[in-house]
């Protein structure tokens, strides 16, 4: 038996409006933070797409839609990618994907109805297998590295980028009524990867958003309440910067510990969000018992606290982040469960790495990542 065109793009229409419905669904039950905007703002612009070529299937005549399409399938790549760099604790970069998606649709519309059905396809093309190749790229970054459904969607973009990348070498060297493309990369083989790819990712990224406790975002930083003892990100760095600032001036040596939360997602999982959000706090609260009095320490994202403080004159800083940690071994975090919290550390002295808060907290958090 075979499908239709027409067929073939209602019935990817009825999957990605299933999958994008079913991850929104899920993001909103697990608390949605800036990841699952951004993914969920990856399946709404999925949805536009199908949308857009249904309409351009059924009605040939509608030449507009081709340009709304394109781009908006560029967007739902570019806006997974953000989400990917979001959930590494990275800026998403969502400025960079509109300009692009603006681009394509320009590419398009600029042509006319003189463009027909594959105006603007070898910019879309390109657009779709740089963003998923960004994408596969990230997630074997930081946290999505060492997680499996972090491993799934490298492969899943990475087979999407690579399909892109050599759909758009035929369409601009053989051209688009060659038998080569018409047989292997036209629109209906095109579709059924386009299914494979949304089913396989939107499962992917539905587990992952659901190991991820709490409200998290990438700007201030998560809640937290200032009877535990620490503060914001946003009120640590204005702090930390000040700190140096001073430091510097008096030639002073400060050390920037980061106490990152170790297996957060296999907790989440296994004895729920909640559960997840008391490990973070219990972490934080052992470590502010443990630093100096002279310390600032804050909750610089959901999983990492920093703590900045003077150089001890004896020992090596990092035995402060090694007494965190034994402490960490000895505090259970519910006496019924018998489980304690895990971290990792990383640490940075100012004599070593300069007085420049970013350059600081980048080489202890990807110490501390090194360790995970």
Same mark, same amino acid.
């Given at each position: 038996?075979?499908?239709?065109?027409? $067929?073939?793009?209602?019935?990817?229409?009825?999957? !990605? !409006?299933?999958?994008?419905?079913?991850?929104?669904?899920?993001?909103? !039950?697990?608390?949605? *933070?800036?990841?699952?905007?951004?993914?969920?703002?990856?399946?709404?612009?999925?949805?536009?797409?199908?949308?857009?070529?249904?309409?351009?299937?059924?009605?040939?005549?509608?030449?507009?839609?081709?340009?709304?399409? /394109?781009?908006?399938?560029?967007?739902?790549?570019?806006?997974?990618?953000?989400?990917c760099r979001a959930f590494n604790e990275r800026p998403p970069r969502l400025w960079v994907v509109a300009l692009v998606s603006a681009l394509v649709f320009a590419s398009a519309f600029v042509r006319g109805s003189e463009g027909g059905a594959w105006a603007g396809a070898a910019e879309m093309f390109i657009a779709i297998a740089v963003f998923a190749g960004l994408a596969s790229s990230e997630t074997l970054r930081a946290r999505l590295r060492v997680l499996v459904n972090g491993r799934i969607l490298a492969v899943v973009f990475a087979g999407v980028s690579l399909f892109y990348l050599v759909r758009c070498g035929v369409i601009l060297i053989l051209g688009q009524h060659s038998d080569v493309f018409t047989v292997y990369f036209g629109t209906p083989n095109t579709t059924l990867v386009n299914i494979v790819f949304i089913t396989l990712a939107s499962i992917a990224m539905?587990?992952?958003?659901?190991?991820?406790?709490? *409200?998290? $975002?990438?700007?201030?930083?998560?809640? !937290?309440?200032?009877?535990?003892?620490?503060? $914001?990100?946003?009120?640590?760095?204005?702090?930390?910067?000040?700190?140096?600032?001073?430091?510097?001036?008096?030639?002073?040596?400060?050390?920037?510990? &980061?106490?990152?939360? *170790? /297996?957060?997602?296999?907790?989440?999982?296994?004895?729920?969000?909640?559960?997840?959000?008391?490990?973070?706090?219990?972490?934080?609260? &052992?470590?502010?018992?443990?630093?100096? $009095?002279?310390?600032?320490?804050?909750?610089?994202?959901?999983?990492?606290?920093a703590i900045l403080t003077p150089t001890p004159p004896v020992g090596e800083p990092r035995q402060l982040g090694e007494r965190v940690l034994t402490a960490l071994a000895e505090a259970p975090i519910d006496p019924n469960v018998g489980a304690r919290p895990v971290a990792v550390f990383g640490v940075v002295t100012t004599d070593g790495a300069g007085y420049e808060y970013d350059e600081l907290r980048s080489i202890a958090e990807r110490r501390a990542t090194t360790r995970s």
């Open positions: 038996m075979q499908l239709d065109l027409l $067929t073939l793009l209602y019935a990817s229409g009825l999957i !990605v !409006v299933s999958s994008g419905t079913s991850f929104i669904i899920s993001t909103l !039950v697990h608390r949605a *933070d800036l990841v699952a905007r951004l993914w969920s703002l990856g399946f709404v612009a999925g949805m536009l797409a199908t949308i857009a070529y249904a309409i351009w299937a059924a009605s040939p005549g509608a030449w507009w839609v081709i340009g709304i399409g /394109n781009a908006a399938l560029v967007f739902a790549l570019g806006a997974m990618w953000s989400g539905s587990v992952l958003q659901a190991t991820r406790g709490g *409200d998290r $975002t990438l700007t201030a930083g998560p809640e !937290v309440d200032p009877a535990l003892g620490f503060t $914001t990100r946003a009120q640590f760095e204005g702090q930390a910067v000040q700190w140096l600032r001073r430091a510097e001036r008096r030639h002073e040596s400060l050390a920037l510990v &980061v106490l990152e939360v *170790d /297996n957060l997602e296999h907790v989440n999982i296994a004895l729920g969000s909640d559960y997840g959000d008391r490990t973070v706090d219990a972490v934080g609260m &052992v470590a502010r018992d443990h630093v100096p $009095t002279t310390s600032l320490i804050g909750r610089i994202s959901s999983r990492r606290f």
